[in-house]
C-alpha cells in the first residue's frame, strides 16, 4: 500500500505521480480563525480562495497531504455536460432551476479559467469540446431528449455525424467549450498564492472533534472559528442524514500512451451500460493529456459498481482495468498501459451535489458532498455558493444545492436499489459465520474477515507473511468491512469509509480508526 498521506490507495494515479507532494507543517499550537475548513481537496481548497477573496481570515486542515483523496485519483473533465442527463435533471428539478443548475456549472468552469489566467497557475488548462454518444445497449431517444434538454438549459451543444479522433460512429451530441486541467497542478498553484496571502494550510492534521465553535485535531490543538467548512468529500460531522441521501460508487481508471498529437484533445463520454443490472449504467470517459515529449496520455474511465453490490457485478476489482483496455483498443490506437488506479464518488440520489449548512445543526456548519462524476466543478461551486453564504450574499443556488433538500419522490429508484441493496449486502454476511476461513487460506496479498472468539475480524496477511487485524465493525455504524484487493484497502459497503491494513482511515463517514492488533495469530 502507498503512503496514505499521499494517496487513498495501492495504485498512484498519474495527476499525483506528476507533482511533488503537497504537503505542509501539521498545526502545532491553538489557534483563532474567522473560517476552519476540513479538508484539502479540491473543494476545501476552493473554498479557501473564494473566502480569501472575500477578506475573510481562513485555515484548512487536511488529515495526509494536499489532493490525497479523490482530487488526486480523478479524470479531471471540467464540464456543464452533467452526468445525470439534463432530461432527468428537468423531470426531477423543472426547466428553470435546471438552467440555474447549467448555469452553475457553467460559472464554475469560467470561474477556473479566470483563476488560472489572474493567478498565473500553469495547470494545463484548456477549452476543449466534449461529445456523448449512445452506447449500443441504449436507446436512440436518449441522445434525442438530451438535446432538447440541455438546449433548454441554455448550453452550446448539436447533433453530429461525426466524432473527432475517436473509432466511434454512434449517434452522438456535441458539447462546446468544455475544458480539461491537470488537478494537482492546479491545487499546487492555489496553495503556492493562498500561503502567499496568508491563509493557513496545515497538512498531516486531523479534524477530530467539529462543532459550531471549531475544531480540535488528533493531536489536542484547538481551532476557534466563527465558521465551520467540512469539505471531506463525505461529510465525517454528520452521522445519519446526509448518508441516507447518497451512495458510494467506485469508478477505475487507465492511462494508455499514444503518439503525441496522434488524437486531438477532446472529451468523450457514451451513455452507459443499460444491459447491466445497475441504477445508474456504467459508461466510459475518456481525453487526453500531455504526457512527454513524445507521448500523450489517453486517460480512460469507467466500469463503476456501487461500493456494497460488488458482488451482484461478478468481475474482480483488480480485472476492471483489463475491460477498459479492451474498450479502449477497440476505439484508439494505443501503444501501453502506463497507468491504472481507481477512486470513490458520491452519487447523490436525486443527481446533484450538496452544498450549504450541514442539516439539523448549527447555522454556521457547512458542508459540500454528493460529488458524483462531476465533483471538480461542484467542488467550484461550493468555493463560490459557501463564500456568499458566509458573507451574507444572496445566490439563487442555495436552495438547489441545500443538502436539506428533499426529493425521494422525484427521484428515488437509485437510492432505494443502491441503499436498500447494500444494507442487504451486509445483513447477508452478518449472520454468516466465515469461521471456516482460515487464517492460513489468506494468501500474502490478501485479506479476508474471520470470526474470532465470537467477534469479527478483517486480517490481512502482508507479503513478508504477517498477519495485520483489524476490528471488522466499521466506526461509522458498524457495517462489516469488505476487502478491496485491487488498492488493498478494507471498504465499507453501507456508506463508503475506507481503511488501510492497519485500520486508518483513508474515506469517510467513518472519522474515526479501527482498532488494530498486529502479530496476534
Ligand atoms: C476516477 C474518478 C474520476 C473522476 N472524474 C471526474 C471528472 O472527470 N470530472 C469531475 O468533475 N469530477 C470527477 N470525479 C469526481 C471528483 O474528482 C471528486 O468529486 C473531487 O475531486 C472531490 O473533491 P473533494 O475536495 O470533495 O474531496 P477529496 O479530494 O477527497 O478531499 C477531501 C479531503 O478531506 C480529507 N479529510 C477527510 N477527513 C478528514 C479529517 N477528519 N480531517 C482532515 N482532513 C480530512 C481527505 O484526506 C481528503 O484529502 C472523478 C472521481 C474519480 C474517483
Ligand atoms: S460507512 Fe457507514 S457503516 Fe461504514
Known amino acids: 500500500m502507498t503512503d496514505p498521506k499521499v494517496t487513498s490507495g495501492k495504485h498512484m494515479s498519474f495527476w499525483i505521480d506528476s507533482v511533488l507532494p503537497l504537503s505542509f507543517s501539521p498545526l502545532k499550537e491553538n489557534i483563532n480563525t474567522d473560517v476552519v475548513i476540513v479538508g484539502g481537496g479540491i473543494a476545501g481548497i476552493s473554498i479557501a480562495y473564494c473566502l480569501e477573496q472575500a477578506g475573510k481570515k481562513v485555515i484548512v486542515v487536511e488529515d495526509g497531504n494536499i489532493g ?124 503556492e498564492v493562498l500561503t502567499a496571502r496568508g491563509v493557513k494550510i496545515y497538512t498531516d492534521t486531523k479534524a477530530d472533534k467539529i462543532d459550531h465553535t471549531g475544531v480540535v485535531t488528533k493531536d489536542g490543538f484547538r481551532i476557534n472559528s466563527e465558521y465551520v467548512v467540512i469539505a471531506t468529500n463525505t461529510p465525517v460531522n454528520n452521522k445519519y442524514v446526509m448518508h441516507l441521501k447518497q451512495y458510494a460508487y467506485r469508478t477505475y481508471v487507465i492511462g494508455a500512451r499514444i503518439k503525441k498529437g496522434s488524437v486531438p484533445k477532446t472529451l468523450w463520454w457514451d451513455t452507459g451500460d443499460f444491459s447491466q443490472n445497475a441504477e445508474i449504467p456504467p459508461y466510459h470517459y475518456v481525453r487526453i493529456q500531455p504526457f512527454d515529449n513524445d507521448y500523450d496520455l489517453l486517460i480512460c474511465g469507467g466500469e463503476d459498481h456501487a461500493v456494497g453490490l460488488v458482488e451482484d457485478d461478478k468481475i474482480n476489482e483488480e480485472d476492471k482495468y483489463g475491460l477498459l483496455e ?67 450574499k444572496d445566490n439563487p443556488w442555495e436552495s438547489i444545492y441545500d443538502p436539506s433538500r428533499f426529493k425521494l419522490f422525484s427521484a428515488g429508484k437509485t437510492y432505494f436499489k443502491e441503499l436498500v441493496g447494500g444494507m442487504i449486502n451486509y445483513l447477508k454476511q452478518k449472520p454468516k459465520d466465515p469461521k471456516s476461513v482460515e487464517l492460513q487460506s489468506i494468501r500474502p496479498g490478501q485479506g479476508k474477515i474471520v470470526e474470532l472468539d465470537g467477534k469479527k475480524f478483517g486480517v490481512y496477511r502482508d507479503k513478508q507473511d504477517q498477519f495485520h487485524m483489524v476490528g471488522a465493525e466499521c466506526t461509522h455504524m458498524k457495517c462489516i468491512i469488505k476487502w478491496n484487493n485491487d488498492e488493498q484497502s478494507w471498504d465499507c459497503p453501507c456508506h463508503g469509509s475506507r481503511f488501510t491494513t492497519e485500520g486508518k482511515v483513508l474515506n469517510g463517514p467513518a472519522n474515526d480508526d479501527l482498532s488494530y492488533h498486529a502479530d496476534k495469530f
Open 326 to 392: 479492451y474498450w479502449l483498443r477497440q476505439r484508439f490506437e494505443i501503444i501501453d498501459i502506463v497507468y491504472q488506479w481507481s477512486g470513490q464518488v458520491m452519487e447523490p440520489f436525486d443527481s446533484l451535489g450538496y452544498i450549504g449548512r450541514n442539516p439539523k445543526d448549527e447555522k454556521n456548519i457547512f458542508i459540500v458532498t454528493g460529488d458524483s462524476g462531476n465533483g471538480l466543478t461542484h467542488a467550484t461551486i461550493a468555493g463560490i455558493l459557501i463564500s456568499d453564504l458566509i458573507n451574507g
Open 68 to 191: 490525497s483523496g479523490e482530487t488526486g485519483r480523478t479524470s479531471a473533465h471540467l464540464v456543464c455536460a452533467l452526468d445525470d442527463r439534463y432530461y432527468e435533471l428537468q423531470r426531477i428539478y423543472g426547466s428553470e432551476q435546471t438552467k440555474h443548475i447549467a448555469d452553475s456549472h457553467k460559472q464554475a468552469i469560467d470561474l477556473i479559467e479566470r483563476i488560472c489566467k489572474k493567478e498565473n497557475i500553469k495547470c494545463d488548462f484548456e477549452r476543449v469540446d466534449g461529445y456523448l454518444f449512445l452506447h449500443p445497449t441504449d436507446k436512440d431517444e436518449s441522445i434525442e431528449k438530451e438535446l432538447k434538454a440541455a438546449k433548454n438549459a441554455g448550453l452550446e451543444i448539436e447533433a453530429v455525424e461525426v466524432m473527432p479522433g475517436i473509432k466511434d460512429n454512434s449517434k452522438s451530441l456535441k458539447f462546446l467549450n468544455q475544458a480539461q486541467f491537470h488537478p494537482m497542478k492546479y491545487l499546487k498553484g492555489l496553495c
